[in-house]
């Protein structure tokens, strides 16, 4: 007897299906057309074919910009990470204690954007501000004006403060996750605490660390409002990331051809680089078991 299916169960997800389509489809699409043309104005166009991703991919300013936009969002990754980690870790597991520390670590998230940057604007001002006057008190010139060292080091700690807690609520779920036998199992086996971590706590997180990884690096390789409320780009561009580059050629200049493509770089990069990350984790995932199981 063949079995019948129901597929009108498929119109359940029609409604889903439109929105994405308005919401990020058609704008796709519209992104693709303007990167092949030179758009003049509403009713003057022509074709270009490739012409602008070449000019693109050769801008010796994007090409800087694209490293800067790397350095920043490894070394963030570098320093979140294993710091969200450690947090998690140290955080109660129980008690009053541990809803007060889930509170407190939540509220930078619940800081909007902008926000943030102009709390770090007013915060290392050399005349009123308490990071500002207190680093210029022990005897440093701190300037994020004029010094660009200054200037990518308060970005780094705007952005550690502001998303090390997301990276440390994710892997406290992921440790209030693991079943208690396991530690029991570790306890009875007098294993250290390094072995506690390594092979039963760190595996599990695997998952968490996954989604925090790849949430982290994708935001911070379009950041652009913390970085242009605090320092603008400057001094000079040495703080200019990507984001604020396509910002200036799409709205400060009006070039639709040319920020299109390089839009489609920039979307295409972020998708490469995360396809690598999860890759990587996942197969360093698979490792671990088949040694554990070997």
Not at 33 to 56: I, L
């Amino acid at each position: 007897m063949n079995k019948v299916y129901n597929n009108r169960a498929w119109f359940l997800i029609l409604p889903m299906l439109l929105l994405v389509a308005f919401s990020a489809i058609i704008p796709l699409m519209t992104v693709v057309n303007y990167s092949v043309q030179d758009v003049f104005d509403a009713n003057t166009r022509f074709f270009t074919g490739t012409e602008w991703f070449e000019v693109m991919l050769n801008d010796s300013a994007l090409q800087a910009a694209l490293l800067r936009q790397f350095a920043f969002s490894f070394t963030i990754l570098a320093i979140e990470v294993p710091l969200g980690i450690g947090i998690a870790l140290l955080m109660p597991k129980r008690g009053w204690q541990a809803s007060a520390v889930l509170i407190l670590i939540t509220l930078p998230l619940l800081i909007p954007w902008n926000v943030v940057g102009s709390i770090w604007q007013l915060f290392t001002r050399g005349d009123i501000g308490l990071m500002g006057v207190g680093i210029r008190e022990l005897g440093y010139p701190y300037n994020i004006t004029r010094n660009a060292t200054d200037a990518w080091a308060t970005i780094i700690l705007m952005d550690v403060w502001h998303w090390t807690p997301l990276i440390a609520l994710l892997c406290y779920s992921g440790l209030r996750s693991i079943p208690d036998a396991y530690y029991q199992a570790a306890r009875i086996d007098r294993a250290s605490k390094w072995a506690v971590f390594r092979y039963i706590q760190l595996p599990k997180l695997t998952n968490v660390l996954v989604i925090g990884v790849l949430l982290r690096f994708m935001h911070s390789f379009m950041i652009y409002a913390e970085p242009f409320v605090l320092t603008g780009g400057g001094p000079g561009s040495s703080t200019t990331f990507l984001s604020q580059s396509l910002t200036t050629m799409a709205i400060g200049q009006q070039d639709l051809g040319p920020s299109a493509a390089f839009s489609l770089i920039y979307f295409l990069i972020i998708l490469l680089v995360c396809w690598v990350f999860y890759t990587a984790i996942m197969n360093s995932q698979k490792d671990d078991t088949s040694q554990g199981g070997a």
